[in-house]
């Protein structure tokens, strides 16, 4: 952690570099006299259209100052990284105070006219944070991409941002990377997804969706015709959910990348993509590494996404993953590999 001693930094580059476009303090320990002095800075220079600010300790009295600087008249500001800020607080008493740093950008972000991509990530968010974002997802009308991941959202919280998503048609970009989101949230956010035709990327990686999700999931997709990526992987998705996915894609001509790695996906439920994909022009990328389909499968399927695209097979050896010993549908298959990859999908967005 860097410790800014004065404002020599911020003076020295703002004034000789008029043309700069990114200011970039990550992990540098930021003070509201740093800030004030930033935003007096910025009044002269409109060039600026990031400003990262991860892991820099920022408190309710930084926050504030950095509200100011968004919604100045001067500002032009496109980017906003506040990942691991602790916004949130650590705890639910510390989300219910009207001092909250998350309360307080969000509350800011309502009027805001410039940022559209934020980045949210690792802040303690928890559910009773999703309610101050729900309320600003209602208003707010350029944000096209938000980053949540990490922040322990669970049902509560997701049930809170559904609602504001439920009219929003703004956001583009989801990221809800490890939180606790799970079949029910999910289900909720499927509601949305029936009759939100904004949304075109959506990561709900590592969030325990399950079979049941994963379901939820399939029926949605039979109206939105707005999503065109998602990444389920670490989903624990196996069986009657991940059947009824595939199936739906027959009829889907909207989603072109899929990331379902890392899965409990059977070579007998992989086997339906071979009807599916017989029909389906549109999906172009699909990632189905560390599951447990076997080599000939693989092949095949390959085969029918091959239309000209870059695209590998992953043979590594899945043989030593525990696939869930305990679930009376998976079955021992020491033959089989982890599955098809079409350009390995790290994220959605960035």
Request: hydrophobic share 35%.
């Amino acid at each position: 952690m860097k410790n800014i001693q004065s404002n020599y930094y911020i003076n020295k580059t703002l004034k000789n570099i008029t043309n700069l476009q990114t200011i970039d303090l990550n992990d540098w320990r930021i003070d509201t006299e740093t800030l004030e002095k930033l935003k007096e800075e910025l009044v002269l220079n409109n060039n600026v259209r990031e400003l990262l600010l991860s892991g820099s300790k920022i408190g309710y009295d930084e926050i504030s100052i950095i509200c100011q600087i968004i919604n100045s008249p001067n500002n032009f500001i496109i980017n906003l990284n506040l990942v691991n800020n602790n916004l949130g607080g650590s705890n639910l008493q510390d989300l219910s105070r009207l001092d909250n740093g998350l309360h307080r950008l969000c509350h800011s972000l309502d009027s805001n006219t410039t940022i559209t991509y934020l980045d949210l990530q690792k802040n303690f968010i928890n559910d009773a944070g999703g309610k101050f974002l729900s309320e600003m997802l209602k208003t707010n009308k350029v944000i096209n991409a938000i980053n949540l991941g990490i922040n322990q959202i669970e049902y509560q919280g997701i049930k809170c941002l559904s609602a504001g998503l439920m009219n929003n048609h703004y956001l583009t970009h989801l990221d809800l990377t490890r939180n606790g989101v799970e079949c029910n949230g999910l289900k909720k956010l499927c509601e949305v997804l029936k009759s939100n035709n904004t949304i075109a990327t959506l990561n709900l990686s590592d969030n325990t969706i399950k079979s049941n999700g994963a379901g939820y999931l399939a029926d949605a997709i039979t109206t939105n015709t707005g999503l065109t990526l998602i990444n389920l992987s670490g989903n624990q998705i196996k069986g009657d959910g991940v059947n009824k996915l595939f199936a739906e894609l027959i009829n889907n001509s909207f989603l072109t990348s899929i990331n379902l790695s890392d899965n409990r996906i059977k070579d007998e439920s992989a086997k339906i993509l071979l009807t599916t994909l017989g029909t389906n022009t549109t999906l172009k990328e699909l990632d189905l590494s560390s599951n447990s389909i076997n080599w000939e499968t693989t092949n095949k399927i390959a085969s029918l996404l091959n239309n000209g695209n870059n695209q590998e097979i992953d043979d590594s050896d899945d043989s030593n993953d525990s696939d869930d010993s305990n679930d009376s549908d998976d079955s021992n298959d020491s033959s089989t590999l982890s599955g098809v990859v079409v350009e390995d999908i790290d994220g959605l967005y960035y």
